[in-house]
């Protein structure tokens, strides 16, 4: 059975072409990076805007890419929460419309659920449950996955994400959004122990790091760093704020392993393209006799393949959607 997904729940239009149950046949993403950069960031009525026509000419692509055509689609899958509201409703309403002409089941997709399924299309062996670190631009979750469809957040953020947090330290020093793959680059070469970043102690599994963005913007200030100014600096500050940052992550995220008693251990989300969280997690996770798995960086990062992934364990657990579900900014509460 073939599935269309759509994702365009911020400034990532993309589509896919699904076979069941993880067969990616055409995924074609159009991310609006580089004009967002102009303005430091996502312009919430500009991106739904551009997803418009981006929508259309990704959904245009997978079709030609995978010869498939529009009668061999049995479903129809978009992300409906969380996310911007405009861009999110730009993808529903598209899907709402192919349903109808097409005579299809909808499927509404989280878009937490999502990113975790990304970690399917490589990984066919990994099944439910395991435990899954999700840190993308809008999230830092903690997600205990109980089924394919049954998630509990066992622990967040209470402030920025982490991602949202590399890419406002990166605006300050320079470097156009979205900086987080900008500052991992640089962290590189730059030596971690050259600042002492001061890290928050959180109840439980929780995290919060507006402390660490509020004391590298003051380093910032205090030292004049700027990536075409002084870049040892730059690179300095980048490594240690990495270090703090993906090993305050990892400590939490194994001792929610521990408590929870889980022997696998998945990434996903933009941010789970960060080396230094790849390459330390996978240490941590041998030592600790736990299976790693993580998606390529091209399914870290939002897209529609992983919303087609997820549409069919939806499917299969009977979560159709009526043709009046709204998106929703905040999504449900997987507490
Ligand atoms: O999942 P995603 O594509 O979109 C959201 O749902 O937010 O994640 C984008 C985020 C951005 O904040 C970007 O800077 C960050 O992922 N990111 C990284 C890296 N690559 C992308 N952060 C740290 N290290 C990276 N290598
Ligand atoms: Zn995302």
Redesign the pocket.
Known sequence: MKLLAIES??D?ASAAIVEQNNKILAVKNFSQGQELAKFGGVVPEIASRRHVSLVFKAVKEVFEESATNFDEIKLIAATFEPGLIGPLLVGLNFAKGFAIAKKVPLIAVN?LKA?VAANYIENPELKPPFLCLVV????TNIIDIRSFTDFRIIGQTKDD????I??KIARRMGIPY????V??ELAEKGNYKSFNVPCPEMPGFDFSFSGIKTWAINQIEKFSIEINKNKKLAEDLAASLRYTIITYIIKNLMSAARKYNKNKIAIA???A???LLRKNLKVACDNANIKFFCPSKFY???NAAMVGVQAFYEFEAKNIASLNINARATGEKML
Do not use: K, M, Q, R
């Not at 994400?161 to 949202?164: D, S, Y």
């Open positions: 729940s911020c990532d878009h990113h993308s631009g809008g999230h994400a982490t991602g949202e590399f890419d979205p900086g987080g793959a500052i991992d989300g933009g941010v393209s960060n080396s870290c990062t939002d």
